[in-house]
């Protein structure tokens, strides 16, 4: 018994003056993680061998965990550049509709009718009219102008 707890000292028991043996006080076990980080900051973790039997497959886990976070970060950066693309067509949108209402403005007659005069055209006061003609008085131009020449 002494052997197994080699930490603990007994005090020899003394019937004359009346001190008894005090009981046994047993180690305190190391627990199960306790020992277990020890190991691992040890380095004694990784020289065991299913570690090192399973090597190849902790390498692919690792790689696909290096695959998902890039994936993730290109992801993130995808969806920013779609925000930024809907952010600059919402832009060009508005643009469109703006010029497109100004066209439509300098489009109309009056304002038309303002610009041509600066370059001194004058509006008709004439309505407009049809002119209707036949194919027989184009046949009879045709001639006359063939005949001119």
Not at 5 to 26: A, F, M, Q, T, Y
Not at 69 to 79: A, H, L, R, S, V
Request: aromatic share 10%.
């Amino acid at each position: 018994m002494m052997e197994e707890n080699k930490d603990h000292i007994e005090p020899e028991s003394d019937p004359i003056k009346g001190n008894l043996k005090e009981p046994v006080k047993p180690v305190k076990k190391i627990r199960k993680g306790r020992r277990a980080i020890k190991e691992v900051l040890g380095g004694d973790y990784l020289s065991r061998e299913w570690v090192v039997g399973n090597l190849p497959f902790l390498l692919y886990i690792a790689l696909l965990a290096m695959i998902y976070i890039g994936n993730t970060y290109y992801t993130e950066k995808k969806f920013k550049d779609i925000e930024r693309i809907k952010n600059e067509l919402k832009e060009l949108r508005y643009q469109y509709i703006t010029t497109k209402s100004a066209l439509m403005f300098q489009g109309r007659q009056s304002e038309i009718s303002k610009r041509a005069s600066l370059f001194g055209l004058k509006e008709s006061a004439m309505p407009p009219y049809k002119i209707l003609y036949s194919g027989a008085s184009l046949k009879q131009k045709q001639a006359v102008t063939n005949e001119g020449h």
